[in-house]
């Protein structure tokens, strides 16, 4: 017998979650009151869209959910952005929302709103407790939907007189049932396009971007001569010196086009059939080239690795050695900083076993290409394409991950959205560098700009891109934070700051002064590079090869 | 004929609307290309949390609303705090939310999300335009919900193709009708009530607490004895020497129903029965005295200045000469600085006709008291409760009223939701002080936390309201964004600090260092005194009594 509250906590922790990032208001003090007699780990943020962020990062990497504790609507409205990155990447979370005590809810109180609509935009299951003694019960049914095969997000809407109420009894966790298989005809049938000798590309998404998958894929490659692709924004994808290296599909459509074009298979792993991000006038949103079949291995709830695993033991292929990256990087840069530049540096100094938060936008679209064959690393993407979760998810790796290095690659601008995620990588000491790619704009929508239509935007239209005016110092950002903190402006300057960061454990930033990759057009370093951008078919690749005189 | 972006602008402008707070992304570039050829006011926020709530601080201010716009359901989330604030103020906004192109919709892109449960959390008015034809149609609808008489929040979802589509006409505004007057039986009931001699309250809210319903209400108390309260957290207060004074209920629930004790009548205006902020074990919500009757001068679309015009002629009140506040100011304040002596300070230099936006907390509880004879002026609250409101509604009130000056007294914790505010604020130039009461703390949390009833708190517990591992210092975070900024921990420092601040036109910022209010006890210091909280019933007044030695 114990107050709803404790006994969440408990049955939380019965059920493997350990960690709770959280921002509380008055609905959870009983929550907060409970922690002192639990060994929960409580990560405070001071804005919501860090705690959602961190815990999406933490459970990239954890591979298990952490909790987070928000305060009523408005604290999970603050935190939906980064529920939407999660709940696009199917990583699991439990969010724990206060509520009014279910008496107070009639009196439309100032705080008073609609939670579960809210709730339900971001969250696969949600359910208000309404007594007590559901609450434990209610608690394992959230854990067991974030943690089950497809990993989703649970919001369980707390009122204050459950949380206080007494007479909860916490609860241990149901066993957990292993996913099924792909269907054996599936497996069969692709397994025959394979060997088909048709051009085929595997498309790798989620699950199947960690070793194993990769591993996976790629014997099947060296066995039917298929290519190997990966989704464009990946939840945690394993690369560098001795894995598997998978090309990643293009964020820009154009690019995207050129790179699938010509196949007449493709095979879906664990990933969605590709779409444009955006849709632009005349432009196909649909990507997979006319006349190409697709075909998937695995429903969301099924195993992909073991499904993955069925099927190169039906192309024969599970004696086959995979082709393997090979250590190589690249020279350490010079002369003025750059976008490229930056992501050289990161390729020469990257140390073993790093993870990659990447929010780079357009100054990191050389980060993939420098850092292929650094030591084996993780890279974390913007899934939901809500910016802002650069920071956030480098903050909850590093609390999943305290003994591996994080590297956060963040735009300026994504920067500014959960700019408050330092003062948690401080306050916790994590072992995180933050590299504010500070190109003093919003880049990518100068290009957006463009490939909507629009000719020749006015100065007006152009200044709501400018982060100019005034110009961000993150330098003094981290500093009113606690973070160290140092400016580059040239590469040998960045390139020692970034060696000092990696090489001295705890929280670095550092401000490195880029040009907006527009200006001047450098779309040729872009990953695909410019035999690629040869290639388009697009009215953009017309003008950019005419801008760039080609 | 022109695109849906130009006609949806030429027709908020013909509507009155010129002024957009801006956070776009790619689905909005054909809005924002269409700007160079439009006189639309447009102020980009690095963060949509500023934008709605600047939009919230414009509209008190400008009595019209703003338009913002909004990237997809993710760039809204990010908004809902400061929609949620306006929405329970009945501020007029116009959102214009981008949304995919209607044929994108269905391929699930990384940015999909459902924005309607979004929009409809916080909008009274919700749209999708799936067609250019409909679009000026419904904009000018979206700008006829915001600016009726019951002022609410409207929401025009814009997909992209329909932005970009071509074959629109702009339309004007329809004509406004008058709202109408308060039944006169009602009017006379009440009357008849106010003229009973039986012990009357009149409880002033929203659109009554500006001068002309100040004005009639005291008439009404002059003649009738009743007294005038105003709602704990007023969208607009018009107060100062000259103007009627009223006494605001406090934001503890304990002390209202103090205040509220003994009355047999409370006459609401333009207000809510008043509840409790939030439940507590074993207290009432409900703060209506057992046997107070209620009586309900109007309804929200009927116009309240007119009906409390109206009962001032049916009380005979016409001719009485109202109760107007004497001006006087407080002494300067020296010493260590506190937060009650940095309201001081603000009431001995507040400038005439300011705009003081109030989101400074525990720290602000001797504002009310401090500024009461100071020169005329306004005063924006936090009316949902959502924290992180203060910087962005200085924001908007200064854009709004660029001649008058703004001062922004805002908690370190409330500061840091939205404090990509201070950017916006140099990047247009305003003319607004800024004062982050820096106490290092969620200081109201930890009276949060014992009045729910948690008696011992841990070191846990008490460590998620700790703001001072690692102390946030606004000097750099505000140098960092462009702003001049100084510190204050003496009572001189502060006094110096805001002298300059006032005299000199532009962006500044104070961060006044100052202990939390909760330690050691100076809940002495609330806006009723002393004799309020000697008076007081609860558990927690004999607590505060015990710990003060009474």
Not at 116 to 135: I, Q
Not at 250 to 270: M, N, P, R, T, W
Not at 309 to 330: C, I, T
Request: hydrophobic share 45%.
């Amino acid at each position: 017998m114990t107050n709803g509250a404790t006994a969440l906590l408990e049955t939380l922790r019965n059920a493997g979650v350990d960690t709770c990032f959280i921002n509380p208001g008055t609905s959870e003090m009983h929550f907060v009151s409970a922690l002192d007699d639990s060994d929960m780990r409580c990560v405070l943020a001071l804005f919501e869209g860090v705690a959602t962020g961190a815990a999406d990062g933490y459970a990239r990497m954890a591979q298990k959910p952490a909790a987070t504790l928000l305060h009523l609507g408005c604290g999970l409205g603050n935190g939906v952005a980064n529920l939407h990155n999660a709940r696009k990447a199917r990583v699991p979370m439990v969010n724990i929302v206060g509520d009014h005590a279910t008496y107070h809810t009639k009196f439309d109180a100032q705080l008073q709103s609609d939670i579960e609509t809210v709730a339900r935009n971001v969250s696969t299951w949600v359910r208000t407790t309404k007594s007590v003694h559901n609450l434990a019960k209610d608690t394992a049914e959230a854990v067991a939907v974030a943690i089950g095969p497809q990993e989703q997000i649970a919001t369980l809407i707390l009122p204050a007189d459950v949380s206080w109420g007494e007479g909860a009894v916490p609860v241990s966790p149901q066993p957990r049932t292993a996913p099924p298989q792909a269907d054996s005809n599936v497996v069969e049938e692709i397994a025959r396009v394979l060997r088909s000798g048709e051009k085929t590309a595997i498309l790798l998404g989620r699950r199947v971007l960690l070793e194993q998958g990769l591993v996976a894929a790629a014997r099947i490659a060296e066995k039917t001569g298929a290519s190997v692709l990966c989704e464009v924004f990946p939840t945690r994808l394993e690369r560098g010196a001795g894995l598997p290296a998978v090309e990643r599909l293009a964020y820009f459509a154009e690019l995207a086009s050129v790179q699938l074009a010509g196949y007449k298979h493709l095979v879906l792993i664990d990933a969605k059939a590709p779409v444009s991000f955006f849709a632009y006038p005349g432009k196909k949103s649909y990507l997979v080239p006319d006349g190409c079949s697709v075909h998937t291995l695995v429903t969301p709830e099924q195993d992909a690795i073991g499904s993955i695993e069925q099927l190169v033991r039906a192309v024969g292929a599970d004696r086959v050695k995979p082709k393997l990256q090979a250590s190589s990087r690249p020279e350490l840069p010079t002369g003025k900083l750059t976008g490229p530049k930056v992501c050289q540096a990161v390729g020469a100094l990257l140390p073993a076993n790093a993870i990659i938060s990447d929010e780079a936008q357009t100054s990191g679209v050389k980060l993939g290409a420098f850092t292929a064959g650094a030591p084996r690393h993780d890279v974390l993407t913007l899934t939901g394409g809500a910016i802002g979760q650069g920071l956030p998810v480098a903050l909850g790796a590093a609390v999943a991950e305290p003994n591996r290095p994080v590297l956060a690659l963040v735009g300026d601008g994504s920067a500014m959205y959960t700019v408050q995620a330092l003062w948690t990588i401080v306050r916790e000491q994590l072992n995180v560098t933050t590299v504010i790619l500070n190109n003093r704009a919003y880049s990518i929508l100068n290009i957006e700009l463009e490939r909507v239509g629009a000719e020749e935007p006015g100065p007006k239209a152009r200044a709501q891109f400018d982060l100019n005016t005034p110009p961000l110092d993150f330098v003094k950002l981290a500093d009113g934070m606690g973070m160290s903190a140092r400016r580059a402006s040239t590469a040998e300057e960045f390139n020692a700051a970034l060696e000092q960061a990696f090489s001295t454990p705890g929280p670095h930033l550092i401000d490195a002064i880029v040009p907006s990759e527009f200006d001047g057009l450098k779309l040729r370093a872009l990953p695909m590079g410019l035999e690629v951008l040869q290639r388009m078919p697009s009215p953009l690749a017309k003008s950019i090869k005419k801008k760039l005189g080609l």
